[in-house]
């Protein structure tokens, strides 16, 4: 079983939809979460960055964090054909030095 | 804009002849990475810098190496690249253990 488990997608949805991203990992001693936003061709991107459980908004963009589950979301609000990528969740326990990643989720958001 | 910057970022070379790919950095971060990623898989952590310390994880081949040569430079040096190690090489750079910052990354071939 892999550390951290994200569903490679696509996921495909119309213009203006919520969309929702989600990871689920088995090591319950991670506390640093981040969602990296990637587009074709590029590097990862930072996306959000949250600590231990909870909620944390930036524009469309809302990243929720349950310990209790070990499951984390990424949630856009009003998508857009630009947020068209590849999503991947990272995590890490005691420092970011050395990030555990999700396989990274295809969205495709359609016109 | 402060950046991750890698040149080039298309690199073509024959099986067996060593190939180096370089990362500078403006953040002024004193940790530097190197990821391999392949097609449709997540960032795989070949091994970092912080500041003058050179970190290998355990998995990293040995025909790859490092260099950090100052804080805002750092190079792969692949010593003699087989067909498996046609992939995008990214670099990365954060602050302590603070959310990594990715660049474009270098898409390597192999003929």
């Known amino acids: 079983q892999k550390e951290v488990e994200q569903d490679p997608g696509p996921l495909s949805v119309p213009e203006g939809a919520i969309v929702s991203l989600n990871c689920t990992y088995s090591?319950?001693?991670?506390?640093?979460f981040m969602w990296y936003r990637q587009y074709s061709r590029k590097g990862p991107e930072l996306l959000m960055y949250?600590?231990s459980s909870g909620n944390k908004e930036d524009g469309r963009f809302t990243a929720q964090v349950d310990k209790s589950s070990k499951y984390i979301s990424l949630f856009i609000r009003d998508s857009q054909p630009s947020d068209s990528a590849t999503y991947l969740c990272?995590?890490?326990?005691?420092?970011?030095?050395?990030?555990?990643w999700g396989a990274g989720t295809k969205l495709i958001i359609k016109p | 804009d402060a950046m991750v910057i890698q040149n080039p970022r298309y690199q073509v070379t024959q099986f067996g002849k060593p190939v180096t790919l370089s990362c500078s950095q403006t953040?002024?971060?004193?940790?530097m990475y190197w990821y391999q990623q392949k097609s449709s898989q997540a960032p795989k952590l070949l091994f970092h810098?912080?500041?003058?310390?050179?970190?290998n994880e355990a998995d990293t081949p040995d025909n790859f190496q490092s260099r950090r040569p100052n804080t805002s430079f750092c190079f792969l040096d692949i010593r003699s690249p087989g067909l498996g190690d046609a992939a995008m090489y990214l670099c990365?750079?954060?602050?302590?253990?603070?959310?990594?910052?990715f660049g474009d990354g270098t898409r390597l071939s192999i003929l």
């Open positions: 090591n319950s001693a991670f506390q640093y």
């Open positions: 953040l002024n971060h004193n940790v």
């Open positions: 990272a995590m890490s326990a005691g420092s970011n030095y050395q990030l555990i």
């Open positions: 990365a750079t954060s602050r302590g253990d603070q959310p990594q910052h």
């Open positions: 810098y912080y500041d003058k310390d050179f970190n």
């Open positions: 949250t600590y």
